[in-house]
Structures are given as C-alpha cells and as structure tokens.
C-alpha cells in the first residue's frame, strides 16, 4: 500500500531525497517511519514522523544528516539524506504506523512499502 520511490546510486558526500505515497486511508492519522536494511542484518530504524508533523524523531547516528518530512494534502512523506556514506548503502522502507506518535519498533507499523534500493559509492 506504501510506494517508496527516489532510491538509486550516488557518490559519497550527496544528497537523496526519497518520497513515500500512499492511499490517504493509509497515512491519515498515523505516523510514518522510515527503516533501512542491508543483506544479512535487521531491519534499522532510520527516523519517524508524526500524523501532523509537529514531531520528528531519528536514530542517533543520522541526526544532522537526515530528515524526514511530510505533506499530508498530497498523502506522502519524505526522506532527505544528506552529505551520503558509503554505509548509507541500503534498502530504505517507509512504513504506516498503528496512531498518530509512533517510535522506533518495528512492531510500531502496520503497513510497509516495498523498498527502494540507495546505493553511496566512495
């Protein structure tokens, strides 16, 4: 039901923006977070925003470079990604949450997108 878009390949130091869509049944009323994943390893939290955007929250280590944010007249939400590493490198998923505040557990979310693959080469 979530459609993450934006991924793709970059050089270290720039920058990504990713968006997430959805059908408004999807996001109203619900925070959204974004996760990302590498082969092998578990799902990481990347950050999450609430249902009216007053309230933003991000893994400590990505504090500073990303940022998410939302527009709910057009039911998506973004992920800029700035001054890009190489251990960026991931599949990013963006996810609906089960209420209006949500945090960092995935058991958080009740629907997820697809994924879009970010590639940072060095």
């Known amino acids: 039901q979530l459609q993450a878009s934006g991924g793709g390949l970059v050089q270290a130091g720039d920058s990504l923006r990713l968006s997430c869509a959805a059908p408004r049944r999807t996001f109203s009323n619900n925070a959204v977070g974004w996760f990302r994943q590498t082969p092998g390893k578990e799902r990481e939290f990347v950050g999450s925003?609430?249902?009216?955007?007053?309230?933003?929250s991000y893994t400590d280590t990505l504090k500073g470079r990303f940022s998410i944010s939302r527009d709910n007249a057009k039911n998506t939400v973004y992920l800029q990604m700035n001054a890009l590493k190489p251990e960026d490198t991931a599949v990013y998923y963006c996810?609906?949450?089960?209420?209006?505040?949500?945090?960092?557990?995935?058991?958080?979310?009740?629907?997820w997108g697809q994924g879009t693959l970010v590639t940072v080469s060095s």
């Open positions: 996810a609906a949450a089960r209420g209006p505040y949500s945090g960092s557990s995935i058991a958080s979310y009740q629907y």
């Open positions: 925003i609430s249902w009216r955007g007053d309230s933003t």
